[in-house]
């Protein structure tokens, strides 16, 4: 069956994920399969591989593709297309959409991961139906989105929502963004893995075991009682619940709903962070904030979905 098909594309710090769906979007359900690749270190390269996958994927399809939304980690210039800084890659001053837009012959639409997600969440996933949704999405960083009557809230510069670098102890361990004490730097992948290569300077621990490196090691070693892993925990959760609190304390969303690899796979690690949360917000009516926390229903398909619709709603306003 042919047809119109929008691309989608999240792009991590470690990974990137392609999709195309059909138009009219009525849901969330690419059309065909997801592509997951690491993501290239060379912004040249990884515009070459996405025009290519996405020529593929809309082949396979059966269809037309007519635009490419793009969900990247921030902050980022929307309007022109530009990833102006990416921590995690350590990419500055990018430009994404206009060499895709060159690339494939359609237009490209960019916003940051977190928006998209939030996006995606709250149209067809376990943001549908609230107002406001807040979208934490955690894994080697934290990115925030906001949507408000059906529309991201990107503030005066784009950043809106950003609590992944609130600092919440000034004098607290180094973040990828070079300031100190970001919720990120204690609560994300990159920062539980940076803060266990202190923790565990050489290559074993006191009893023999392998030291910790990962943030799955963390957890592991934390579950099994290891006092510095359970600290490193512990301090993760402190520190998102006061960015959970502050997102709580600045929109009071409806519902927050909770994406990225990390905050999908350690389901205690965030309940605990809710309750942290409670403790440091007021709740005058309505559901308390652990209330509100749930799981993205769409998974590790958010950004995606996000992306599609973006794409899906360039289209539909130059139509207008």
């Known amino acids: 069956m042919s047809g119109q098909v929008v691309g989608a594309v999240d792009v991590g710090a470690t990974k990137t994920l392609v999709a195309v769906a059909r138009r009219p979007l009525v849901g969330w359900a690419q059309d065909g399969r997801v592509v997951r690749m690491p993501t290239p270190p060379d912004p040249a390269a990884l515009v070459a591989v996405l025009a290519e996958t996405l020529a593929i994927l809309a082949r396979e399809a059966a269809g037309t593709l007519v635009a490419i ?3 990247a980690p921030g902050p980022l210039d929307a309007a022109r297309g530009v990833i102006l800084h990416s921590p995690n890659q350590g990419w500055r001053d990018v430009p994404l959409g206009p060499p895709l837009a060159d690339a494939t012959g359609v237009p490209v639409v960019l916003d940051d991961d977190a928006n998209a997600g939030a996006l995606g969440e709250a149209r067809f996933g376990a943001g549908r139906g609230a107002d406001p ?3 934490l999405t955690i894994s080697s960083g934290i990115g925030a989105g906001i949507v408000v009557g059906g529309r991201i809230v990107r503030g005066a510069h784009g950043a809106a929502g950003e ?3 609130l600092v919440v102890d000034p ?3 180094r973040c990828g963004c070079g300031r100190r ?6 609560a994300a992948g990159s920062g539980l893995e940076r803060r266990a290569r202190e923790s565990w300077p ?3 621990r006191r009893d023999g075991a392998p030291a910790v490196r990962t943030a799955a090691d963390v957890f592991r070693a934390a579950r099994t009682g290891d006092p510095a892993a359970r600290l490193l925990v512990a301090d993760g959760v402190a520190a998102l619940g006061r960015g959970l609190a502050a997102l709580v304390a600045t929109i009071d969303p409806e519902r927050i709903v909770i994406g990225g690899s990390l905050g999908l796979a350690q389901r205690g690690y965030v309940s605990r962070a809710a309750r942290e949360a409670r403790r440091l917000t007021i709740s005058p009516s309505g559901r308390p904030v652990d209330g509100r926390v749930v799981r993205a229903a769409l998974r590790g398909g958010s950004v995606l979905a996000g992306a599609a619709v973006l794409a899906d709603g360039a289209l539909l306003n130059d139509a207008e």
């Open 133 to 135: 949704v807040a979208y």
């Open 202 to 204: 050489v290559g074993v």
């Open 171 to 173: 004098d607290g361990p």
């Open 163 to 165: 609590v992944g670098h």
């Open 181 to 186: 004490g970001c919720v990120e730097a204690f």
């Open 69 to 71: 939304g793009i969900g």
